[in-house]
């Protein structure tokens, strides 16, 4: 396989300003000393894409991914090193970047297809698909400052996406316009691979990189993390996220305030019968890591104190995301519900044999009823943890899946009825 | 394929959809990446290959020089008339006050104005725009990828379609006042044309680079002008600083670095193709020169000395620019 892009040591290095100074008389008013500090955004950064691939380049802001992307087109120079590229490249850093309001579309068409590296031949023959593509055979001839930023933003990246370079950069540009366009720009992105063209694309979207991304280059603080296939590498930069205390990390526990929270019942009344303490959640090599992988199985265990004896109870769990929503709620039943509890310290675990949740950090929260269905406590918030999906789907849940497909001519197509398991 | 290049610019999004991609006729063969052309990104880019990719971009600068031209005169009513109202008016100030008030006694005075007015016009015209086009571009600078010397290159282009505008008002005032050029000068012009070109390529290449870093670049650059502008044999006669020069005072050092302004060739050039007198008998004295009695030869001498100035800054300029402009896009 050839290397479309070969990354060699790159460095880059960027002055801070505390004061800028751009007028000569200032410069001389201040001996010719600017007061800065040296910035590395990039250090000793090497990687080779094949060309062909999908990478994706992953960090967080700040972590010189853009810069690297910029390095690649060429807008930036590298203050050490170079970046080998072959083929035509283009870069979609910004739609429309260059666009005249004076000007017409069909004029602006011209001058940013010149840009991208289109010949004039070039833009004549895809002059009508790119207007298609945008949606403005009407408005083509309109100047460009009386468009709507939606109809701005559909006429960058038609004629964005018309280059057909070897080597496509992207950055984070392709969440514009309405859904059915986006859809459009993602089926013009898959194209492109179905193509084998070489794509770079720059994001902090892990879902993003795990849709459309074969290998995945992370970086952190200007330097090269790894370089592996999607699912490891963002695996691998969710680790250094919550290292880093990126990630929410779980709220410390509030001794002050045991249980309560933002309980919507009132549990004030008199002693709780049972008390709950707190939870944890328990997962294979815990010591070396702080997440689960999907898959793996996983304990969640609560622990409380019974005040009274009292017999029938049921513990409930939540499962939420970081955004509050419920992914899954049980109540504990049979056997376990009807037991008697003495006083003293007991735990009940919820045992999840296979942790079917994906990406990202969820947390648990818990209930204790008695026999009536009266609330006996609540533990909010309970415990977190962080589950990384080394496979490729996205989304909250990894719903077990096959997928069968059957060519077209085959004799036999699939009953209906034999799909469903 | 058929079917689908058939498909209106009207149908329905599905239909574009399948049909955008690859250029007309199918997916080309992609040669294998061995013979793809390759590019490095580095501080280090040799001259050549700037050179070779600013060629490479020509198609580029075509449409920022008609963007310029578009641009600049949108809107307004007179449109491109403008840029050779412009001279014109500047043209009969000068001629006026020189002409009426300060009883300039050359002879077709403002033939003579207009011919050194070409050339410094082009100068003039061009260099305040391109010291700040990279700062006024900055929008594609930091984002698009493209060879930047176009950027003050396309300045010098639209200049160019400038002068091509005034020397088709010259050449109407020239049959207007059946007037007929020196012929014979005429290579000499096209020369000095050249030379004039180059000139200006280097000045606006290297103050565009330089005013990235101090934005004074700009304002201090319309001052010069100014002054420059009383440097060189425009509205007063190059003979007059001759013969005070040379003939009375014998100052040859003083000629000699007043010759040395690269421009003062260029518009004696223009001058003695276009205006052509070199002697003219005035009434009230036997004999009045108005222009050098350089032989051709001496003129193109002088403009091959230009010449060499003028590709030698031109290569210091894309040396300069080279080594600063790596950081246009963070300084911007």
């Known amino acids: 396989m050839s290397v479309a892009i070969d990354v060699q040591v790159v460095s880059k290095r960027f002055r801070l300003y505390h004061q800028k100074y751009t007028s000569l008389k200032e410069r001389v008013v201040h001996g010719g000393h600017v007061p800065f500090e040296e910035f590395w955004a990039l250090e000793d950064v090497s990687a080779e894409i094949t060309a062909g691939q999908t990478v994706g380049i992953l960090g967080r802001n ?26 035509q490249l283009a870069a979609m850093l910004e739609l429309g970047a260059g666009f005249q309001p004076e000007l017409s579309g069909r004029d602006n068409i011209y001058l940013n297809g010149s840009l991208l590296g289109l010949s004039t031949k070039e833009i004549d023959r895809r002059f009508d698909e790119i207007v298609a593509f945008a949606e403005l ?11 709507s930023s939606g ?14 370079p070897d080597v496509l950069l992207v950055d984070e540009v392709l969440a514009v316009g309405d859904e059915r366009f986006q859809q459009k720009c993602m089926d013009r992105i898959q194209q492109f691979q179905r193509d084998g063209r070489t794509i770079v694309v720059v994001s902090h979207s892990p879902d993003l990189m795990r849709d459309i991304c074969d290998t995945v280059l992370v970086l952190d603080r200007g330097k090269r993390v790894t370089m592996a296939p999607a699912g490891e590498a963002i695996r691998i930069f969710r680790e250094r996220l919550i290292e880093s205390g990126f990630a929410s990390a779980p709220p410390p526990p509030d001794p002050a305030e045991p249980s309560a929270g933002s309980a919507p019942v ?39 104190d019974v005040a009274s004896p009292i017999s029938g109870v049921q513990f409930k769990i939540t499962l939420m995301t970081e955004r509050g929503a419920i992914v899954f709620s049980s109540t504990s039943s049979g056997a376990v519900a009807g037991m008697p509890l003495d006083i003293g310290h007991g735990a009940a675990t919820f045992m999840f044999d296979s942790m079917v949740l994906l990406d990202g950090r969820f947390s648990a929260t818990f209930e204790v009823r008695d026999s009536g269905g009266v609330v006996l406590d609540i533990l909010d918030p309970g415990c977190d943890f962080e589950v990384m999906n080394p496979g490729r789907a996205i989304g909250i849940v990894g719903l077990p899946m096959r997928v069968e497909v059957t060519p077209p001519g085959s004799s036999e197509l699939p009953q209906a009825a034999s799909s469903a398991r | 394929m058929a079917m689908a ?3 209106g610019v009207s149908a329905s999004v599905d239909t574009q959809l399948d049909e955008l991609p690859p250029a007309a006729g199918g997916t080309p063969p992609r040669p294998s990446p061995r013979e793809l052309p390759y590019r490095v990104v580095s501080s280090k880019v040799r001259l050549g290959v700037r050179v070779r990719e600013i060629w490479e971009s020509r198609e580029l600068f075509v449409f920022l020089v008609r963007k310029e031209l578009k641009v600049k005169y949108k809107s307004s009513v007179l449109g491109l008339l403008w840029s050779m109202l412009n001279p014109a008016v500047v043209l009969m100030v000068y001629y006026v006050v020189f002409k009426y008030v300060l009883k300039n006694p050359t002879p077709d005075f403002a033939l003579y104005l207009f011919s050194g007015l070409l050339v410094w016009n082009l100068f003039a015209t061009v260099l305040p725009g391109s010291s700040s086009t990279i700062v006024a571009n900055a929008g594609i600078v930091k984002k698009v990828a493209f060879p930047r010397e176009i950027l003050p290159l396309s300045q010098v282009g639209t200049g160019v379609v400038f002068l091509f505008f005034q020397m088709i008002v010259m050449a109407l005032f020239l049959l207007g006042f059946q007037y007929s050029p020196d012929w014979s000068y005429l290579p000499v012009a096209l ?8 000139l200006t390529a280097a000045f606006a290449i290297f103050l565009s680079a330089v005013n ?14 100014q002054a420059w502008f009383w440097g060189i044999p425009v509205v007063y006669n190059f003979n007059l600083v001759y013969t005070e020069l040379v003939k009375l005072h014998s100052f040859h050092w003083l000629m000699d670095l007043y010759l040395i302004d690269p421009v003062t060739p260029l518009v004696l050039a223009f001058q003695r193709a276009f205006y052509g007198h070199v002697d003219v008998a005035v009434p009230s004295q036997a004999h009045y020169q108005v222009l050098a009695g350089y032989s051709a030869g001496f003129y193109l001498e002088m403009l091959l000395a230009v010449l060499v100035a003028g590709v030698l800054l031109l290569v210091g300029a894309m040396k300069v620019f080279g080594r600063i402009e790596g950081n246009f896009a963070e300084e911007l």
């Open chain 1, 62 to 87: 700040g972590s010189g991914k853009s810069t690297l992307l910029k390095c690649i087109a060429g807008i930036l120079q590298p203050t050490a090193g170079q970046v080998v590229v072959r083929g």
């Open chain 1, 137 to 147: 055979e009407q408005f083509i001839d309109n100047q460009v400052k009386y468009y």
């Open chain 1, 151 to 164: 109809m701005y933003v559909r006429l960058g990246f038609a004629v964005a996406v018309s280059v057909e």
């Open chain 1, 266 to 304: 009132e549990i004030t009344t008199k002693r709780r019968t049972v008390q709950l303490l707190g939870a944890n959640a328990s997962y294979a090599r815990q010591d070396e890591r702080n997440y689960v992988e999907t898959g793996e199985p996983i304990d969640i265990r609560v622990d409380f």
């Open chain 2, 5 to 7: 290049s058939e498909a």
């Open chain 2, 191 to 198: 020369f000095a044309l050249v030379d004039l070109i180059v």
């Open chain 2, 212 to 225: 990235v870093y101090y934005r004074d670049v700009e304002h201090l650059v319309a001052v010069l002008l």
